[in-house]
């Protein structure tokens, strides 16, 4: 998507360099569509890279726009996603929605741990701020499973039966080659709250299952950057296929949470995410 862009930004300026003209490019063309939300004043546009809301990582952009549809630079925006199970009602990891290169582009991401079935829903509750006035306004949404249905999220228990979110972030297109591998960790601190598991690591060992369970070489763990408030660390991937990525996630104190090492008799850690390529 990125390169897309990237690759048309530098086609429209050779094209008309030589002119006059002002090249405008919607920054939301390479992006869908996903809700409309109606406010009092305004619709607020929810867009994605994807077609549809995902199980997993979301990456989202908005962008709001009033009754004559202006677009409305700088709005401010927040966010909660709720899933209305028959149990229990509870949220999942959201991002605040913050500002991007655009004024009136922001941005952020969720993190949807079950999708929607026909009797369990999610909506998220939009608050919207524009000069000094504030909308409310509820959507309801519905979460697939992944096409692929790959495990991009886990959620497990310590011993002390606190309960933990993990998500794929990238590769979002994995490619034969060493690729940067992100992650999304959280620990459930109640139905609603949700606080970013800093410091810890995650050991990565990704195998395929079908062809020996043979390895990779030159992985390496994943890290918690603070900047990003991911962990980051790379994944070898050295042939097309199904990939189990082996996983044992520590504390920051190194303490193991949850995970086994891959050895000859146990050829699995029980915490693991997966992807096809
Ligand atoms: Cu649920």
Known sequence: MKLKLYISMILAGVLFSCSKEEVTQD???????????????????????KSRWELGYNKILFRVKDSSGKIIDNPSISWTPMMHMMSKTHSCPVSEVKSSLYPSIKGGFVIFQMPSNESEYWDISFGLTINGQ???????????????????VTVFMDDSE????????????PKIALNAVEMKFYVMESM???????????????RMPSMDNHSSPNNEDLFYNSATGSYEGKLSLTMSGYWKLNLMAYDA????????????VNPSSNLYLELEF
């Open 162 to 173: 606190n309960k933990y979110i993990l998500a794929l972030v990238e590769p979002a297109n």
């Open 134 to 152: 504030t909308e409310q306004a509820t959507q309801e949404i519905f979460v697939n499973q992944t096409l692929d249905e790959m495990k991009n």
């Open 253 to 264: 104190g190194g303490t193991l949470i949850k995970g086994s090492a891959v050895t000859d």
């Open 192 to 206: 609603t709250s949700f606080l970013v598991v800093n410091d810890g690591k995650i050991g990565l060992d990704p």
């Open 27 to 49: 920054p939301m063309a390479d992006f869908n569509l996903l809700e409309e939300v109606s406010f009092t004043n305004y619709t607020l546009e929810v867009y994605s890279p």
